[in-house]
């Protein structure tokens, strides 16, 4: 199948926002205020087909351009130092857009195989690439007694006020789910980590919010350059991680904005709500702390009033409690040696239930929180 083209690009955004497809001065601020990161995917692919850019314009597609730079040249020296560790996306899609086209890169996401090796990882970017600011750690609960996994996202402190920062994000499990019904798993279904992995990872962003334009045509530029093999295993490991309506609707995007063929997507035999009733059935309590904390990081449906009644529980919920190692955790920088402080390279954090803090975590015995960084 043959790739996109610039003129693919253009027509996905009159596509997709028709009220402003006939005034590009419209579809500017549009796109600037629905979906700023496919800014740069569309002002390239304007400058591609012809049309005359202004300068400033072509200034920003030039730092576009050299953030796809820098990103590059930091995931390939951290491949060759770690060649365990699999990029996510990013390159692997940038490589596959229409020619001179910009695809936005904000950070560069890894997975790693253990806990140990995220840390020598986090080491080696602090040290020799400068990236010594813990901007996110979490840790998420697996079933079954099983190991927790950890998330870690650092940045290097910008060369200017107004610069964006590198940022990387280290996981050690392939597949995070939605901290709920979508479970997170250590590696994906199958063999390696090819190009239905990584459309696997597009077809994830679902799970955080709707798809936009940057999702399609990621999804699009994968899709084509998938053989029949490789897209029937793409639609096995949708099933089996629970996704396969995700997956579906973001061919139904793909083909209703022109980027595709029509491909079909059969019917998954249990549906993420069938999941959900499985686990309540495996651990009622467990599941429903899950489905409200969910709220913490993810849309949906009475999204604030769950985060509410999430925080009204977690407020009673001992903060040592075994029942939180399967629960999200987010890491707030202290100094101490309490059993719920995670020791890092980084620092101590307190491993809290909330984005919001709790008196009863200001009462555990021997946290101070007066130095946090």
């Known amino acids: 199948m043959t790739r996109l ?31 700023p990161a496919f800014v740069p995917a569309w002002l390239s692919a304007l400058d591609v087909t012809g049309v005359a850019l202004r300068p ?3 200034a920003e597609l030039a730092t576009a351009r050299d953030r796809v730079t820098t990103m590059r040249a930091l995931t390939e020296a951290l491949v060759a130092k ?41 080491e080696w970017l602090r040290d020799e690439l400068g990236l010594t600011i813990v901007k996110a750690l979490s ?33 050690t499990h392939a597949w995070l789910g939605d901290a709920g019904a979508v479970r997170p798993r250590r590696t994906l279904p199958g063999d390696g980590f090819g190009l239905p992995e990584q459309l696997l990872m597009i077809v994830a962003e679902r799970l955080e919010g709707p798809f936009g334009l940057k ?15 490789e897209s029937e295993r793409l639609v096995a490991s949708a099933a089996e991680l629970g996704v396969l309506p995700h997956l579906a609707e973001l061919r139904r995007h793909i083909t209703e904005h022109g980027l595709g063929p029509d491909l079909p997507t059969p019917r998954p035999r249990r549906t993420v709500l069938g999941r959900g009733v499985a686990q309540v059935a495996r651990g009622p309590l ?19 009033q769950r985060r509410w009644m999430w925080r009204a529980v977690e407020s009673v919920l001992p903060t040592a409690a075994p029942l939180r190692r399967r629960l999200w955790a987010y890491g707030v920088p202290v100094t101490g040696t309490a059993p719920e402080v995670l020791r890092t390279p980084f620092g101590s954090f307190l491993m809290v ?21």
Do not use: C
């Not at 919001?356 to 960084?373: S, T, Y």
């Open 5 to 35: 083209t610039a003129d693919h690009v253009v027509e996905l955004a009159r596509s997709w926002f028709p009220e402003a497809a006939d005034n590009p001065h419209t579809m500017l601020g549009v796109l600037r205020k629905r979906t």
């Open 56 to 58: 400033e314009h072509h």
């Open 82 to 122: 770690f060649p365990e560790a699999q990029p996510l996306k990013g390159v692997a899609v940038v490589d596959r857009y229409p020619a001179g086209v910009v695809r936005t890169m904000n950070d560069v996401d890894v997975v790693v195989p253990d806990i140990r090796t995220l840390w020598t990882l986090a």
């Open 139 to 171: 840790a998420f609960g697996a079933d079954d007694g099983g190991p927790v996994g950890l998330l870690l996202s650092l940045e290097a402190p910008p060369v200017h006020p107004l610069a964006q920062r590198v940022n990387v994000e280290i996981t």
């Open 215 to 229: 999702d399609v045509l990621d999804g699009a530029v994968l899709q084509r350059e998938l053989s029949a093999a």
């Open 286 to 304: 467990v599941a429903a702390l899950r489905h409200l904390q969910r709220a913490e990081a993810f849309p949906g449906p009475f999204a604030g």
């Open 353 to 373: 239930g909330s984005a919001a803090v709790g008196e009863h975590w200001l009462r555990v015995p021997g946290v101070d929180f007066e130095v946090a960084q």
